[in-house]
Antibody, heavy 119, light 106 residues
């Protein structure tokens, strides 16, 4: 059974930093590209960032490029999202999401980690 | 970026009724469109991929159709557990984008 478990969310002040983690199990982690997708309170879904299975290729939404960094440690089956210069509009549930064997098709999601940016 | 517009925003139906949800893309996404279901407090779940293929474990009452810019998700006979928010999602062009969602309510 695929399990994706996010951690690291919380309350942070504007301009602050936070690192999210996503521990994967039930899959050969390095075989799959991974993503972060966020959902602001009461709003829809927004893709944030993606990384290839080997970690050598990354991409970002324009809204976070230059502030967020996605990375992975395949030896620990863990995905990360380092967030800097956080803004109020970054407040959201952040979901870790796994690509299927079909490129860029998300087939499994974690339960999410809430990030609140507020003073 | 490709904008996906879903309609209606809310669909009020009863169990046993047929639900028809629409997703329109601002430019062609070929057949690279997926549908997800999200219940309150839960993560999204993949229902349909590549416009018309049901994901593993998805009941046959869910079906998808369309190509290019116009897509439809049909739930042939609503079960109580189907009342949720449904999102369409395109992976044809970067960045991947989602529609704003359609809420199916009783």
């Amino acid at each position: 059974e695929v399990q994706l478990l996010e951690s690291g969310g919380g309350l942070v002040q504007p301009g602050g930093s936070l690192r999210l983690s996503c521990a994967a199990s039930g899959i050969t982690f390095s075989s799959y590209a991974m993503n972060w997708v966020r959902q602001a309170p009461g709003k829809g879904l927004e893709w944030v960032s993606g990384i290839s299975g080997g970690g050598d290729s990354t991409c970002y939404a324009n809204s976070v490029r230059g502030r967020f960094t996605i990375s992975r440690d395949n030896s620990k089956n863990t995905l990360y999202l380092q967030m800097h210069s956080l803004r109020a509009e970054d407040t959201a549930i952040y979901y870790c999401a796994k690509d299927s064997t079909i490129p860029r098709l998300i087939d499994y999601w974690g339960q999410g980690s809430l990030v609140t940016v507020s003073s | 970026e490709i904008v996906l517009t879903q309609s209606p925003d809310t669909l009020s139906l009863s169990p046993g009724e047929r639900a028809t949800l629409s997703c329109r893309a601002s430019q062609s996404v070929s057949s690279y469109l997926a549908w997800y279901q999200q219940k309150p407090g839960q993560a999204p779940r993949l229902l349909i991929y590549d416009a018309s293929n049901r994901a593993a474990g998805i009941p046959g009452r869910f079906s998808g159709s369309g190509s290019g810019t116009d897509f439809t998700l049909t739930i042939s006979s609503l079960e109580p557990e189907d009342f949720a928010v449904y999102y369409c999602h395109q992976r044809s062009n970067w960045p991947p984008t989602f529609g704003q969602g359609t809420k199916v309510e009783i």
